[in-house]
């Protein structure tokens, strides 16, 4: 089911924003196949909107101008192999360019810049060879500051996980190197790490794998030592709790680590509450542990906790914490017809029986929790969106913030209409929700909310699809 989102939403922002300067641009379409090919929006280079293009085995970043048309395009330099995974970041107008290719079950990670208007040569942070080992996987993050990278490579060899881990600047100098190899049984590492603006790594190890459902009874910080020579294990007491959906965050001006998730009273309850961790960034303190639980009738009649999936996190400037969570589930059914005008014996040969997996993306809610870690208060942006068979490509939403308060995007679609809304939650929870009029500008466009990315303070670009054309809509609120 396709969606529309039209931006008629200035008056609306007016209350964001006391510029009166509002413009919304859209770029010339680019022809693009949704099942083949991809995109990537990385920021702004040279204060304007940068983005990858991947068309077939031909890859491009385009640069636009603020009122979307191309500047230039910048072609990627050809590999000799398969590109698995790619992902860029700007730093002083310097585009560094961190992917995975692979060759002949030889799997190698790659770095690069462009400088100048030119390419560096690729520098290789990890090769693993895989002839005899399942496909390995890869995992890289960045820092807030984006001057340092963490990179992994998960394996299994000799039936246990084994982890390397490097640390690099955007010289492509390697500041920590390391093997890790999982002595402890039921041991997995997570996919959530994180790496601190002065290059220190912090990875999660849980009892179960990091699937959505699984329930973890035990978790481990995953760190170096002092003198760097290993990765050890920091444990963090969940008192007979259970915990899931994990998210790290770090405080670098407070200088502390933080854990976030759901918990519950053990594997045959349902989630009550959130749960937060807390630890200085040397891991030299045992971490903290704070449980906050959350009365049902926050969620209205249909929720249900374990349904929630968080989406952000904010570490406030005075040490408060904003938790943005989805409610997000799937429903799977099989739909059977037949020709009533058929008799009893006839009818098996008619029947027309297909399975369809529903997906639902509906309320988002925001929890504003004090430096004390009880919560300051609650708010419920009500949304419904069913989509089938799709994945909810176009449902989700995207955020819009800063220090004001934040704006949700997002399509609302119940059994009768299509409807698009815009939604503003300030510093203090008050909440106001307006609907979209259409116009007739891009009702045409189905536009992907949840690949949108804020450029800056006040403007983002979102991606939007029209018969196999891709097309940037840009909002900006600048003077």
């Known amino acids: 089911m396709q969606k529309h989102i039209y931006f008629s939403i200035l008056l609306l922002f007016s209350v964001f924003y006391t510029s009166t300067a509002q413009k919304v641009v859209s770029s010339n379409p680019i022809p693009f196949n949704i099942s083949k090919d991809d995109f990537v929006i990385i920021g702004l280079w040279h204060n304007n909107p940068l983005v990858f293009i991947q068309q077939e085995k031909q890859y491009e970043l385009y640069s636009f101008s603020k009122q979307l048309s191309t500047i230039e395009k910048i072609p990627f330099p050809n590999q000799d192999g398969h590109i698995v995974q790619l992902d860029f970041i700007v730093l002083d107008n310097i585009i560094y360019a961190f992917y995975e290719v692979e060759k002949k079950k030889i799997y190698t990670f790659y ?101 959505k459902d699984n329930l973890v009874e035990e978790i481990f910080w995953l760190s170096p030592n002092e003198s760097k020579s290993e990765m050890i294990l920091f444990p963090i007491s969940l008192s007979n709790h259970t915990i899931h959906d994990f998210h790290i965050s770090i405080d670098e001006i407070q200088q502390i680590l933080y854990l976030t998730s759901w918990y519950g009273d053990g594997k045959f309850h349902d989630s009550k509450g959130i749960f937060i961790s807390t630890c200085d960034l040397q891991l030299t303190q045992t971490p903290s542990k704070h449980f906050m639980q959350i009365r049902k009738n926050n969620f209205g009649e249909k929720a249900d906790m374990d349904d929630l999936n968080i989406r952000n996190i904010s570490i406030k400037n005075n040490a408060s914490i904003e938790i943005i969570a989805e409610r997000v589930y799937q429903n799977n059914r099989t739909i059977s017809g037949y020709n009533p005008n058929l008799d009893i014996n006839m009818m098996s040969m008619n029947q027309n029986v297909r399975n369809v997996s529903e997906y639902y993306f509906d309320d988002i809610f925001i929890f504003n929790i004090k430096p004390d870690f009880t919560i300051s208060w609650t708010q419920n942006v009500m949304k419904e969106q069913l989509s089938i068979d799709d994945y909810g490509l176009y449902s989700s939403f995207c955020i819009l913030e800063n220090e004001k308060g934040k704006i949700f995007f997002f399509n609302d679609v119940n059994k009768h209409n299509e409807r698009t809304f815009v939604s503003y939650v300030n510093s203090l929870g008050d909440y106001s929700m307006s609907e979209v009029p259409k116009t007739e500008a891009l009702t045409r466009l189905n536009i992907l909310t949840k690949a949108a990315k804020q450029l800056d303070k006040a403007s983002l670009l979102f991606p939007a699809f029209n018969v196999n054309m891709l097309q940037f809509i840009l909002v900006d609120y600048h003077n």
């Open 111 to 211: 770095t690069r810049k462009y400088e100048n208007n030119i390419w560096s040569t690729p520098n290789t942070i990890i090769q693993k060879d895989a002839s005899e080992i399942n496909k390995p996987i890869f995992n890289i993050v960045h820092s807030k500051n984006k001057m340092h990278h963490l990179l992994t490579l998960l394996y299994k060899e000799n039936h246990k996980q084994n982890i390397d881990v490097v640390v690099f600047d955007n010289r492509f100098s390697a500041s920590l190197s390391l093997h890790h190899e999982m002595s402890k049984e039921n041991a997995f590492l997570n996919k959530e790490m994180a790496v601190s603006n002065i290059g220190i790594p912090y990875l999660l190890v849980t009892d179960v794998p990091s699937y």
